[in-house]
């Protein structure tokens, strides 16, 4: 992650980070962080690839704080406080659909118009940017990684020893797994052949392609979104 101290700015403004799978929703937190100073009245905006992501909604958490989502690319808001966030303080939450991105990783950006102290004084940010990505089929633990874990996991799950779940991060990593993607057969199910396939693949013996049906399930692999 990058630091607010190698940029130089009186606060820190940052994005969180978020998996959100291709069609599916997900939060980002923007949080305030006091530097050398304190800020105590900000207004910006949050900026997404409109392309990629939807914002549907957005949340004040602040107590004197209120956002805006009806602007593609741009989720605007505003946040106060009277003695200033001399601590890390959660501010708004968006809420965004994955309604573009079927694979990698899109920016999330943050600019600011008005950032001032509690003296009213104007003062700068480090503003840390966030990222949303997702996870391709194979990858159902959440790592951006198609590996042994993930047919381990398949294997667990295919004998009732994991429960499927919807979104990443896992909840819970000893026990769950991201069920939409297990199926890397095209055969539109989650079992042990799915696995098999993943542990052929990590020693070279498949090869991975991103169309389903598979051209040649002898040989191929589907680690598509
Ligand atoms: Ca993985
Ligand atoms: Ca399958």
Redesign the pocket.
């Given at each position: 992650m990058p630091q607010a101290d190698a940029q130089g700015g009186d606060f820190e403004l940052s994005l969180t980070s978020a998996v959100i799978l291709d069609g599916q929703t997900g939060d980002v937190t923007l949080v305030v962080s006091p530097g050398a100073s304190a800020a105590a009245a900000l207004e910006g905006a949050i900026n997404y690839d409109a392309g990629e992501l939807t914002a549907l909604s957005c949340t004040a958490i602040a107590p004197v704080a209120s956002c805006n989502v009806d602007t593609p690319g741009s989720v605007l808001y505003t946040a106060i406080d009277p003695q200033g966030w001399t601590e890390a303080t959660d501010l708004i939450s968006v809420t965004f659909e994955n309604t573009g991105l079927p694979a990698g990783e899109a920016s999330l950006t943050i600019s600011t118009v008005i950032a001032v102290d509690g003296n009213a004084a104007d003062i700068t940010p480090d503003e840390v940017p966030g990222v949303v990505s997702t996870?391709t089929h194979?990858?159902?633990?959440?790592?951006?990684?198609?590996?042994v874990?993930?047919a381990l996991?398949i294997a667990q799950f295919s004998v009732g020893n994991r429960t499927g779940v919807n979104s990443c991060p896992l909840g819970d990593p000893l026990t769950q797994i991201l069920e939409p993607t297990i199926d890397v057969n095209c055969d539109g199910s989650a079992s042990i052949v799915d696995a098999l396939l993943i542990a052929q693949y990590s020693v070279g013996n498949r090869t991975a392609t991103t169309t389903c049906p598979l051209a040649d399930p002898l040989t191929q692999i589907y680690l598509g979104a």
């Amino acid at each position: 992650m990058p630091q607010a101290d190698a940029q130089g700015g009186d606060f820190e403004l940052s994005l969180t980070s978020a998996v959100i799978l291709d069609g599916q929703t997900g939060d980002v937190t923007l949080v305030v962080s006091p530097g050398a100073s304190a800020a105590a009245a900000l207004e910006g905006a949050i900026n997404y690839d409109a392309g990629e992501l939807t914002a549907l909604s957005c949340t004040a958490i602040a107590p004197v704080a209120s956002c805006n989502v009806d602007t593609p690319g741009s989720v605007l808001y505003t946040a106060i406080d009277p003695q200033g966030w001399t601590e890390a303080t959660d501010l708004i939450s968006v809420t965004f659909e994955n309604t573009g991105l079927p694979a990698g990783e899109a920016s999330l950006t943050i600019s600011t118009v008005i950032a001032v102290d509690g003296n009213a004084a104007d003062i700068t940010p480090d503003e840390v940017p966030g990222v949303v990505s997702t996870v391709t089929h194979g990858d159902v633990n959440c790592d951006n990684t198609v590996s042994v874990v993930d047919a381990l996991l398949i294997a667990q799950f295919s004998v009732g020893n994991r429960t499927g779940v919807n979104s990443c991060p896992l909840g819970d990593p000893l026990t769950q797994i991201l069920e939409p993607t297990i199926d890397v057969n095209c055969d539109g199910s989650a079992s042990i052949v799915d696995a098999l396939l993943i542990a052929q693949y990590s020693v070279g013996n498949r090869t991975a392609t991103t169309t389903c049906p598979l051209a040649d399930p002898l040989t191929q692999i589907y680690l598509g979104a």
